[in-house]
């Protein structure tokens, strides 16, 4: 919000290649670590609400991230499964996964931005028949990701034949007892339904992202224990993970005039929403300082919460935000 439509690439690929350069371990302001990962959101409008705010489509931009980065793995958090035929987009995520060379994590969700689907002439299923549309989806990617091809699919929202994948992606991962390795792309399922998303993550997903807050996650958790335990999946091979809003400053004041930017911000650029996003931003679980967030994130891993992807709402105009959980966040968590 506020920055030209023009400026819209420059500005993602400053911050893209800032977290490239530390991917590939060059030494930064208080240290040599990394970020290991960039994330962009699967919407066609601004959320919560629409406005003409430029809003840019999420697989083209990881196409592009791919041919402008060489290290930092890039995902989507998250590409609703209902927007694009599962076949065509294994396709698109095997091709991005080629261009990146073998970078691209698939951020797999059943979606819920009702204006969205109806604007775009989707409907709005209900939510089992979007769950059913996740599962189908899933099911037909992994089967052309590692065959080559879809085989013969003939589910209740989806039906294809021998939809051909090639070339497959370059990333292998394990399969199966032996652990072989055949062609892949991580699945992030996202979503904490407890009936049907935790099913089919203990099902087939390599990473999961549910509730960020420490007891809804530790719940989600057990649920997500047991369906694995039911289905004879080992509950260990799935990375748990989370995404958080960042607020951090070195002082208590400090945070409070970040949260003032983010609130002067918000009332200038998106006044029709701005007391919500205000709210959900003043409620963030990382806010504070530096110390209080490494608390949290360390309480976090002790429930299993082991990759966090963060966002930090000023990073478009002021990096110092970024900097400070790079110098004095991550090294105390590695």
Not at 19 to 47: C, K, L, M, R, Y
Not at 117 to 142: H, K, N
Request: net charge negative; charged share 25%.
């Amino acid at each position: 919000m506020g920055i030209a439509p023009e400026k819209h690439w420059e500005t993602m690929l400053s911050l893209l290649h800032r977290a490239d350069n530390q991917a590939a371990g060059e030494a930064i302001p208080g240290g040599d670590f990394a970020w290991t990962s960039a994330w962009v959101f699967d919407h066609f409008h601004t959320v919560p609400e629409p406005t003409v705010e430029a809003t840019h489509e999420a697989w083209t931009l990881m196409a592009a991230f791919a041919a402008a980065s060489q290290r930092v793995r890039l995902g989507q958090m998250c590409t609703c499964m209902a927007y694009r035929n599962p076949a065509y987009l294994a396709k698109v995520a095997s091709t991005a996964d080629i261009v990146s060379g073998g970078r691209i994590e698939m951020g797999i969700g059943a979606g819920w931005y009702e204006h969205e689907w109806r604007a775009y002439g989707y409907g709005f299923p209900t939510a089992g028949e979007r769950l059913r549309a996740l599962d189908e989806g899933v099911q037909i990617m992994s089967s052309m990701w590692r065959t080559g091809s879809s085989g013969k699919f003939e589910g209740k929202k989806f039906q294809v034949d021998g939809a051909l994948c090639y070339p497959q992606p370059l990333q292998q991962l394990p399969v199966g007892d032996d652990g072989a390795e055949v062609p892949s792309i991580p699945l992030w399922i996202a979503g904490g339904g407890e009936k049907k998303t935790l099913r089919i993550a203990a099902r087939s997903a390599q990473y999961t992202n549910f509730s960020a807050d420490p007891e809804g996650f530790a719940h989600k958790s057990s649920v997500l224990e047991a369906h694995c335990k039911d289905l004879g999946r080992d509950f260990g091979e799935i990375t748990r993970s989370a995404d958080y809003n960042v607020v951090i400053g070195e002082t208590e004041k400090d945070v409070a005039d970040r949260l003032a930017w983010i609130e002067d911000h918000l009332r200038r650029w998106a006044p029709e929403r701005a007391d919500h996003e205000i709210g959900v931003w003043r409620d963030a679980y990382l806010t504070g300082t530096p110390e209080q967030i490494v608390e949290k994130l360390r309480g976090l891993e002790k429930l299993g919460m082991t990759y966090a992807i963060t966002y930090f709402q000023e990073a478009a105009y002021d990096q110092s935000g970024i900097e400070l959980f790079e110098k004095q966040v991550i090294p105390e968590l590695q």
